[in-house]
Every structure is written in C-alpha cells, then in structure tokens.
C-alpha cells in the first residue's frame, strides 16, 4: 500500500511541476497500450522518463510487459536510465514478466543490465516454465538460475513446468538437475501437479527420472 502511495505520489508531482509535460505523460502512455514505438521513442528523446509509472502506479516497462507491448518493451529497455528491477504490486519484475511472454531478446538485454536471476520468491524461471518457453528457460539457467527456487509456498520450477507447461520444459528442468522428489508447503511433488491436470506425458517423464535415480539391484 506503501509503495503504490508512493507512485501516485510521484505521478501528481510529475504532472504538478511539470504541466507542459502532462500531454506528453498521456502520449507516452496512449502510444505505450498501442504498441507504438516511434511516437514512445520520440518522447524518450525529449526528456520523458522511461520509469514514470502508468495512472495505475505502474512502471513503464512492467505495464508494457503486461499489455503485451512488444515493441515498446524492446524500446524501453534499452534506456540508459531505466530501472531493471522496478516491482509492481504484486512484486513482479521485469524479467519475470519478460520470461513469461517468452521475450527472449528482452530478457537477455535484461540479464545484461544485472536483472535479478534469483530473485527471491517467484523466480523468473517459474514464470518461462509455466509457459514452457525452452528457450528462455535455458537462458536463465546458463545464467545460474536455482534450478529448485522455491516460492513462497514451495513450489519449484518443474512443478510450474508439470502442471501448466509441456513435456518438453519439464524434461529440460529434469536433465539440467531439477529434483522431481521436492515437496511444496501442501506435500505435493513435480508428479502430483501433472497428474492433477492429467498430463500424462510429462507424468511419465518425471516417473522415468525418479525410477533411473534409484539404485540398481545387486544380483
């Protein structure tokens, strides 16, 4: 409540010592929702601020991650000034936002700028596993994403991966080291979420790893 105070605060003052710019905030933000890049980059060129939040107190980046806005999206986050970890509300970041639109360019330029790979909570890589976007999964482990990073109620990656996502996230988590025996705050492993909705596929993937993980009978 504290910080969403702060960003209207901040949105009041903007438009208060600045009433030139006031047009300008509603440009930026009616050019933003239309994906429109060149009218965003003119205004960027002006002065406007890449992190000004949205009437909602919503940065810039994380509300054009969220329409989706691609294009603005690419735009703003290669602005020099730009914050790369401002939060929303509900403590999402950039990157997280980027790897669950599968924006595999603006997560790499994210990363390149220290975005935060682990951050704590809902990690980045829930959020690409949850829409098996393989390619941004492994960019995030290439970059040494905790491959078990536990949310707030404990569950991992390959959980996200069973249950939301496809055979083939979750066999990546598994072969890059993902444990299929993890158990979230309700006892729940990576098997149970797939079975929950019946993803027989990945079922029998995580089944096949926990069998090969035994040890192998003396004869």
């Known amino acids: 409540?504290?910080?969403?105070?702060?960003?209207?605060?901040?949105?009041?003052?903007?438009?208060?010592?600045?009433?030139?710019?006031?047009?300008?905030?509603?440009?930026?933000?009616?050019?933003?929702?239309?994906?429109?890049?060149?009218?965003?980059?003119?205004?960027?060129?002006?002065?406007?601020?890449?992190?000004t939040p949205n009437p909602k107190g919503v940065p810039a980046l994380i509300a054009a991650l969220k329409v989706p806005a691609p294009k603005v999206a690419s735009l703003l986050v290669r602005q020099p000034d730009l914050k790369v970890e401002a939060r929303n509300a509900q403590d999402e970041s950039p990157l997280m936002l980027a790897a669950l639109?599968?924006?595999?360019?603006?997560?790499?330029?994210?990363?390149?700028?220290?975005?935060?790979?682990?951050?704590?909570?809902?990690?980045?890589?829930?959020?690409?596993?949850?829409?098996?976007?393989?390619a941004v999964m492994q960019l995030l482990l290439d970059q040494h994403a905790y491959i078990d990073a536990a949310s707030p109620n404990g569950t991992t990656p390959l959980m996200m991966a069973a249950m939301y996502g496809n055979a083939s996230a979750v066999k990546l988590l598994l072969e890059a080291g993902a444990d299929p025996t993890i158990k979230n705050d309700l006892g729940l492993t990576a098997i149970d979420f797939a079975e929950r909705v019946k993803n027989t596929d990945s079922t029998t993937i995580i089944a096949a790893f926990i069998r090969a993980r035994r040890p192998k009978g003396a004869w």
């Open 1 to 51: 409540m504290r910080n969403q105070f702060k960003k209207v605060l901040y949105l009041l003052v903007f438009i208060a010592i600045n009433p030139a710019r006031a047009g300008s905030y509603e440009d930026f933000f009616h050019a933003l929702d239309a994906d429109n890049p060149v009218v965003v980059a003119q205004l960027l060129e002006r002065g406007f601020d890449p992190n």
């Open 101 to 134: 639109r599968g924006y595999l360019e603006v997560c790499a330029l994210l990363i390149e700028r220290d975005a935060d790979v682990n951050k704590s909570g809902w990690a980045p890589l829930h959020y690409a596993a949850t829409e098996s976007h393989i």
